[in-house]
């Protein structure tokens, strides 16, 4: 399985962005998406997750300004930015907890795209 992230880039503050990731490979079914980013020198943090039936769920930091959706027909998560900040500067990460058609079940992650918003 294969997750391919775009959108990413440079924004002033107060801007916007909105990420897409496409899962595609041997997939039987998708449950959980999400977006995670590291910004340099920290730990992986989750942003945003989003469950087969749709419901979501953010850190702290995001709620009201990031939205997760999802298109279950085209395996593909998004991640709408608004209102960004210089400290939402990261690379962001694309998760799937993805039921194989062999019917094993594993998390898959993208290769990150970079976010950089300027003060």
């Known amino acids: 399985v294969q997750l391919v992230e775009s959108g990413g880039g440079l924004v002033q503050a107060g801007g916007s962005l909105r990420l897409s990731c496409a899962a595609s490979?041997?997939?039987?079914?998708?449950?959980?998406m999400g977006w995670y980013r590291q910004a340099p020198g920290n730990q992986r943090e989750l942003v945003a997750t989003?469950?087969?039936?749709?419901?979501?769920n953010y850190a702290d930091s995001v709620k009201g300004r990031f939205a997760i959706s999802r298109d279950n027909a085209m395996n593909t998560v998004y991640l709408q930015m608004i209102s960004l900040k210089p400290e939402d500067t990261a690379v962001y990460y694309c998760?799937?907890?993805?039921?194989?058609?062999?019917?094993?079940?594993?998390?898959?992650w993208g290769q990150g795209t970079q976010v950089t918003v300027s003060s």
């Open positions: 998760n799937a907890d993805v039921t194989l058609t062999s019917r094993a079940r594993l998390d898959f």
């Open positions: 989003i469950t087969s039936g749709g419901s979501a």
């Open positions: 490979g041997s997939i039987f079914s998708i449950n959980s």
